[in-house]
């Protein structure tokens, strides 16, 4: 398994109540209508994971996971790779529940989107620099 751990802030202006996907973004969040974001200011892009990670995320086999932490409350977010990722957003990481592919997108047939995660957790990460912990894990079939 390939695992790799970021880090991100929460925004005032985070809703997450997007029905099909959710977005990390290194940009800062301009207003409410990005109701996909999770989490802002991240210290990595799509574009920066390791080849390695990329090479794993580009199978259709791979299965992806990503943990979202914060303050003390976490969940998780699994979908899978696909071999169509091109992986070449140097800001933005988009899971979607969806088979649809970009260069923003992270992961594909995710079990969740924004507007399925806890809102309680929701609540932690619509706090102006609240620290959110972010980890990709992948795993293939060999």
């Known amino acids: 398994m390939l695992k790799l751990t970021f880090y991100a802030e929460g925004d005032r202006k985070i809703t997450a109540r997007h029905p099909t996907t959710l977005e990390i973004t290194k940009e800062e969040v301009k207003s409410r209508n990005g109701d996909c974001i999770i989490a802002a200011k991240a210290n990595l892009g799509l574009s920066e994971l390791p080849e390695e990670?990329?090479?794993?995320?580009?199978?259709?086999?791979?299965?992806?996971?990503?943990?979202i932490e914060s303050e003390g409350m976490?969940?998780?977010?699994?979908?899978?790779?696909?071999?169509?990722?091109?992986?070449?957003?140097?800001?933005?990481?988009?899971?979607?529940?969806?088979?649809?592919?970009?260069?923003?997108?992270?992961?594909?047939?995710?079990?969740?989107?924004?507007?399925?995660?806890?809102?309680?957790?929701?609540e932690r990460i619509a706090r102006d620099g609240a620290r959110i912990r972010l980890t990709i894990e992948v795993e293939t079939a060999d």
Do not use: P
């Open 53 to 67: 990670m990329k090479r794993a995320l580009r199978r259709d086999d791979a299965d992806v996971a990503l943990w």
């Open 74 to 122: 976490r969940e998780v977010v699994r979908g899978r790779g696909s071999a169509r990722l091109t992986l070449e957003s140097g800001s933005e990481m988009v899971v979607r529940k969806s088979g649809y592919v970009c260069g923003r997108t992270l992961m594909v047939k995710s079990d969740k989107s924004a507007s399925e995660l806890r809102r309680d957790l929701v």
